[in-house]
């Protein structure tokens, strides 16, 4: 993987948001992003007609799992971040995941 194609969050801190959306096309990792850059990027990926899915367990992850497409925390999350998603995974496991997400539109709200 090149480094051109990695996009770090003291990097993503100069973009506009302009810069940011056109960038993030051009990405296959984000390293290094900070709590309060969580949400830009993902406006950014939606802006640039992405559909992102975001999960995160913590106090810092409810925003970005509010603005993203699909938020998904998990069972031992805090509870701001379990209210912010909108599917919680109960299990310790990923092998349901497979059968739920094959039914995601059948599950998830549109908005």
Known sequence: MSSENILTGPDMQHM??????????????????????????????????????????????????????????VANAVDVAKEAAEIVLWRKTLRYWSRASGKAELLLPTR
């Open 16 to 73: 506009s948001i302009e810069a940011l959306r056109q960038r993030v096309n051009e990405v296959d990792l984000f390293a290094e992003i900070e709590p309060n850059q969580k949400e830009r990027l993902i406006v950014a990926l939606k802006q640039a007609g992405h559909v992102v899915g975001y999960i995160g367990d913590g106090i810092n992850d409810a925003s970005a799992l509010h603005v993203a497409d699909v938020g998904i925390s």
